[in-house]
């Protein structure tokens, strides 16, 4: 393996890493919190119903647009780290 | 000035605009057709994609679903939304540096192989076809509605509006009628949310007022709507599901069927950079969201508003004379959208949950069944009339609807003639054939889509409401998987693309015809379709996602007794892995 492949498999599984725990925020708080998990947050009330009606109707859609734009930001400077960015 | 010349001015208008980019941006090369020349700046991509996406679906039906169905219904949401969150990582970044035109040549070059090429192509245009099915009758509503115009009429002209800036401009002239559809289409809706969202709760943002208190009864708005829907039967608005299996499974279907729908993954391909088209995904949903958190706010408003027009006293007392109903049931009512039926003859208009469960409370109090049936997708076009809106409002809504159905079809439109054009005749009939000549092509069979997607609104098939789930399970069952598994496997070779592409769309099509009849053809279904007949529970919606399970378990299965992918396909993962070295979008 040269210098060039390790560099770029550890490029790689940095993108996995983040990859998947992106991924678990994002079913935590759809599948999670607005779904399955929904009875167990009941006690928390949100204006006139509870917080896992929240996050179905609105926390998740906020928390995907957060997860998009920390994935972006923190991939674009990974490709720079590694010096495998675009000219 | 009457409605009708209001309605004129806010639709011409909108036309007139569109029209006049036609005319500007007209495309000279295939680079241009296909990806606009592969320049888009990514905020701006990110508003072409809000509005490719956001069909008739989106802006006129999905209220109106959530509003009956409440909590049980917020799958759409998260489920409409949360597939850019699998794009944005799983997908766009590695397509764009594959830097090709369309979907299906990816899974061609990845998976070496004709065959799959065709797999993914026939994928492509069945999904893209019944969606534009969708999108075509949705303006058909729109026009008969609000133009006065018979529904075959308005969608002639939508036709030719169309044909005028997809035909010249491709994706050039798509991209920027997208961008003003979008601008229009989100004006359009959300406008009237403020409005009613002041009456009824006194906060401007209708994501707020949603979870505010109702000004007139002092108690959360959700609270208030759970008890007035109580008192006629119905679930509460806010109550939980039973069968989160397949709550959970139709979210997912719809996340999955999301990021795998060609239209919107070809959307990518027009950014320069892969770092680029990270950040479109994130304004798309930025700008998708706009409409997305406004929808619940109109959903819940509207049912409220809707249930206080009919019970001015309350649901406990009277309910209003169908002699002293207001304009808009009669207007919509021409439709028929919306029927009355006096069963218990007093001449009110009692609208309730005709079920067992309700039936000793109902012959308390004289009613025999429910009187008034109201279709679910005219609850956004009729907002601003229930809520007493000015005029041009109601203009407002009319060029709305018809942006969000044309910008989707325009873009289905394109993915299916880049298809027949580049992948068929391009790629296989005539490989010699210049550039110019595949230009020529491409406008042809957009011309032809055009005209089919045209006619198949008018005469729309029995099953216009059905294609939808038809559409979303091959894309989530067929299309996602093999591009996932393109970029993250470098062991999944062409034999075994191909038999998880089959199986996943075979078992999901099957499924579907099981229950919603062989070919949508009505009464050959082999099960009734309810609850109880559903394999574990789930419904012919959700099984996308179990389709596309089976696409992975079947491809991986039979890669790994077969032989592994040449080097040079190693080499190709490899190359879609790493932003360096990504150039523009190119035909060879």
């Known amino acids: 393996m040269t210098e060039h492949d390790r560099n770029a498999a550890a490029y790689w599984s940095a993108n996995l890493r983040l990859i998947i725990g992106s991924l678990i925020v994002w079913a935590l708080v759809s599948y999670g919190f607005g779904i399955l998990l929904r009875p167990m947050l009941a006690g928390i009330s949100v204006g006139g119903t509870d917080l896992g009606f929240w996050f179905a109707q609105q926390g998740s859609i906020l928390t995907f647009i957060g997860l998009i734009f920390f994935y972006a930001w923190r991939m674009n400077k990974l490709d720079k780290e590694f010096g495998l960015h675009e000219e | ?201 006194g906060n401007f943002l209708p994501p707020l007022g949603l979870f505010a208190d109702h000004v007139e009864s002092g108690i959360p708005l959700l609270q208030k709507l759970d008890m007035v829907v109580r008192d006629l039967g119905f679930v509460d608005y806010t109550a939980d599901v039973t069968n989160k299996l397949n709550m959970v499974l139709f979210t997912l279907s719809l996340m999955i069927g999301t990021a795998g729908l060609p239209h919107v993954i070809i959307r990518f391909f027009t950014v320069p950079k892969v770092s680029d088209a990270r950040w479109s995904a994130g304004w798309a949903l930025v700008f998708i969201a706009l409409l997305y958190l406004t929808a619940p706010a109109v959903a819940s408003m509207a049912r ?195 038999a998880g592409m089959l199986a996943g769309l075979l078992s999901t099509v099957v499924y579907i015809f099981l229950f919603l009849g062989w070919f949508f053809i009505p009464g050959t279904a082999t099960f009734a379709n309810t609850p109880d007949n559903w394999l574990f529970g789930i419904s012919p919606l959700s099984f996308g996602a179990v389709g596309a399970m089976i696409n992975f378990i079947v491809a991986f299965a039979v890669s790994s007794v077969t032989e592994a992918p040449p080097v040079r396909i190693q080499q190709l993962v490899e190359s879609v892995r790493y932003p360096k070295g990504a150039g523009a979008a190119t035909d060879h």
């Open chain 2, 1 to 201: 000035m009457s409605q009708f010349a209001i309605n004129l001015i806010f639709v011409g208008g909108s036309f007139a605009l569109y029209i006049a980019i036609a005319i500007w941006a007209r495309a000279g090369s295939t680079k241009e057709f296909y990806v606009a020349g592969g320049g888009v700046h990514p905020v701006m991509n990110g508003m072409a994609t809000a509005a490719d996406w956001m069909s008739a679906a989106s802006f006129i039906s999905m209220a109106g679903l959530i509003a009956a169905g409440g909590y049980a219904n917020s799958t759409y949401l998260m489920g409409w939304t949360g597939g850019y969150v699998l794009l944005a990582m799983l997908l766009a970044p590695y397509l764009r540096k594959f830097g090709k035109f369309t979907v299906p040549e990816f899974i061609g070059d990845r998976f070496y192989s004709k065959n799959a090429r065709f797999v993914a192509v026939a994928c492509l245009i069945i999904a893209s076809v019944t969606y534009v099915i969708g999108q075509m009758t949705g303006a058909g509503v729109a026009f008969s509605r609000f133009l006065e115009v018979e529904s075959d009429t308005g969608l002639m002209i939508a036709g030719v509006i169309v044909f005028l800036y997809a035909v010249m401009g491709g994706m050039k002239g798509i991209t920027y009628t997208q961008v003003a559809q979008y601008v229009v289409l989100i004006i359009a809706y959300t406008i009237p949310a403020v409005f009613i969202s002041l009456q009824l709760t």
């Open chain 2, 304 to 498: 409220l508003n809707l249930l206080n027009t009919i019970y001015p006293a309350g649901p406990t007392a009277d309910a209003i004379q169908y002699a002293e109903r207001p304009d808009w049931i009669k207007n919509w009512e021409q439709t028929g959208l919306i029927k009355f039926d006096d069963k218990n003859a007093d001449g009110r208009i009692q609208l309730y949950n005709d079920t067992a469960a309700f039936k000793a409370t109902a012959d308390a109090r004289g009613w025999n069944g429910n009187e008034l049936t109201v279709n679910n997708d005219i609850l956004v076009l009729a907002n601003p009339e229930i809520a007493n809106l000015p005029g041009w409002v109601i203009g407002l809504i009319a060029a709305g609807g018809l942006a969000a159905a044309l910008s989707t079809a325009a873009g289905l439109l394109l993915a299916i003639s880049s298809a027949v054009s580049h992948d068929l005749i391009k790629g296989s009939i005539n490989p010699q054939i210049s550039e110019k000549g595949e230009l020529l092509a491409a406008r042809i069979s957009m011309a032809v889509a055009i005209v089919v997607a045209t006619w198949l609104g008018m005469n729309p098939p029995g099953f216009a409401a059905q294609v939808v789930a038809l559409a979303f399970g091959i894309a989530a069952a067929s299309i996602f998987p093999a591009l996932m598994m393109g970029i993250f496997s470098k062991r999944v070779n062409n034999k075994g693309a191909i």
